[in-house]
């Protein structure tokens, strides 16, 4: 099992950024993805992107062009750089991480960390 912490949330203004991390303990496994969710208040947990552990990188059509996920294997961590903010975006942003590739997540299985809540609001 790998442990997830995510850090980094906050609130800000809308058109703001934010910067969250996801530090994970050391995977043996080579071929794998992270993934971050998010849900918000009264809703499913939803995707938000997936970068592999070969390099790939997908976003939802709800973040892209604003978003930026990526990660740093050489130190255990995935970011999420989100520009351009909206009241939407707000929830708690959860990170995944499962074994072999996925684009889009794979779903809700795999391991989690505890979650940082972001809020966009004036």
């Given amino acids: 099992q790998v442990q997830l912490a995510e850090s980094g949330g906050g609130l800000v203004q809308p058109g703001g950024s934010l910067r969250l991390s996801c530090a994970s303990s050391r995977s043996p496994y080579t071929r794998n993805t992270m993934t971050w969710y ?3 208040p009264g809703k499913e947990r939803e995707w938000v ?4 552990s070969g390099g790939g ?7 892209k ?3 930026t996920a990526s990660r740093d294997d050489s130190k255990n961590m995935m970011y999420l750089q989100m520009n351009s ?3 939407e975006d707000t929830g708690v942003y959860y990170c995944n991480f499962k074994l072999g590739y ?6 809700l299985s795999g391991d989690w960390g505890q979650g940082t809540q972001v809020t966009v609001s004036s």
Avoid at 49 to 52: D, E, G, H, L, P
Avoid at 57 to 63: C, E
Avoid at 102 to 107: E, Q, R
């Fill in 65 to 67: 062009g604003r978003f």
């Fill in 57 to 63: 990188v997908k976003y939802a059509d709800s973040v």
């Fill in 102 to 107: 996925y684009t889009t997540g794979g779903g």
């Fill in 49 to 52: 992107a997936s970068v592999t």
């Fill in 85 to 87: 903010l909206k009241p």
């Fill in 38 to 40: 998010r849900q918000a």
